[in-house]
């Protein structure tokens, strides 16, 4: 997601696993552990997955009663107007008295395996849509905290009042904030429809089964993130576009006309400028923008920050207005890259020292200021006097990380460099075999920007050279994810021409000199 054109969150989708936040599982129980109050439940993954008590939901009897019914085919609807609820759990009570080995649970994601961690599981299903949650066994209306309106609020619980299902709970979520009953309406039977696949599902389900899968990632990031403010959505592969393009239909027709299709032979995140903003913002050390630059370390126990001066210890007139200045802007920096690298747990940051209070509030309040976007949860606690500023942010999901100290491509980390100028040679070699010898036309060359340079610029290029020399025009073509001596070349279709080896088109090309000169 980028912000004038910066970037401010990065999701990547792991197709390694099958286990995302909101995916509903027939889990067994393996292992019942009093001291942690908790179970270990089976769903299949490596690691068993964690089942805290407290995770139960107060209507956990009546969800046992209901899954137990549905797959003895006692219960023959998903509809729970005429089901009979069961007491409400005891919230003091003991894991060891609810769960069972071999026991069978409806259990859902609600944080992804983390580490050497399995999953982390609750039973007070919910069903997220649009603009409302659907929950189970309840049949309470609570609406989002940041709608602040009395008279919105009281409308949106009416509304909501007279489109739900019986026996079905719904939060209102903050985009449903001036919606019209019939979007509401739509979205309700969306989810009353998810339920239905749930029930049908359950039915014949077996032990360790995923019974309801979530959204996938891009879906799912559409539905919770999609606002009044988004300008463009722009898509490189034709059936992810389908499935969006489908889902938009769905839930925000109006918002069709933003949805593109990016179809240029230079790579989507190339063509806007995001390869060098991912290298740039993901390493060690971070530079802030307007002076300074952070160091980020990660650890099993916290994430640390440490935030120094750089190059503005000068800028102004004292120490403290020279702390307070760097701090600032560190501040909105530290905010952006725990959204970006969906940071979560305990972080620690270590400003600069300042003196005054009053300062350390400015900088507290210019993280929090920032944060307030973020959709995650968060608790910010005051500057200590030594400087430390201490977060902790929800974490549902694996920090993004993005390896971007990079192997020299000449040595492949061996320490032993072949010289590199020798990649002109390499390309002209190529080129020149596919152009005369295989008669290709039509091929882009894509190559690191010093090397694009090397080939474009001048009054006559070497790009031009080739055109006189061959009569046929190569394109050149700029991209920042190759290494200085690496380089590819497409056919007309956007295919990738195989190469034979560096040194076998040399010693080709010395074959061809011989024949020459014997001839």
Known sequence: MLQDKRLIEYHFDRNDTNYSVGDIFLGTVKKVMPGLNAAF??????????????????????????????????????????????????????????????QQLLVQIVKEPISTKGPRLSMDISMAGRYLVLVPFSNTISVSKKIVSKTERERLKRLIASIKPDNFGVIIRTVAEGREVAELDKDMQSMTANWETLFQTLRTAKPNDKVLGELGRSSSMLRDLLNESFDSITVDSAPMYEEMRSYLQKIAPDKLGLLKLHTGKVKVFEHVGLEKQLKTLFGKTVTVPGGGYLVIEHTEALHVIDVNSGNKSNQESDQEATALMINMLAAKEVARQLRLRDMGGIIVV???????????????????????????????????????LQITRQRVRPAENIVTGEVCPTCGGTGKISASILVTDEIDNSIEDLLVTQNQSGISLYVHPFLHAYYTKGLVSKQMK??????????????????????????ERGEEIELQSPAAAMSRLQDREVEELTD
């Open 41 to 102: 439940i089976d769903i299949g993954y490596q690691k068993d997955a964690f089942l805290h008590y407290g995770d139960l939901g107060e209507q956990f009897p009546s969800m046992m009663k209901w899954s137990k019914g549905v797959q003895s085919q006692k219960i023959t609807t998903g509809a729970l107007k005429t089901f009979q609820f069961e007491g409400t759990l005891d919230k003091v009570g003991k894991a060891a008295d609810v769960f069972k080995k071999g």
């Open 466 to 491: 080739w055109y006189l020399k061959y009569y046929k025009w190569v394109k050149v073509m700029k991209d920042t994810s190759l290494g200085l001596t690496d380089y590819r070349i497409e056919d």
């Open 350 to 388: 270590d400003f600069i020292d300042m003196k005054s209070a009053e300062s350390r509030k400015k900088v507290e309040d210019a993280v929090r200021d920032v944060m307030k976007h973020d959709k995650a949860r968060f608790t910010i606690l005051p500057i200590t006097k030594f400087g430390l």
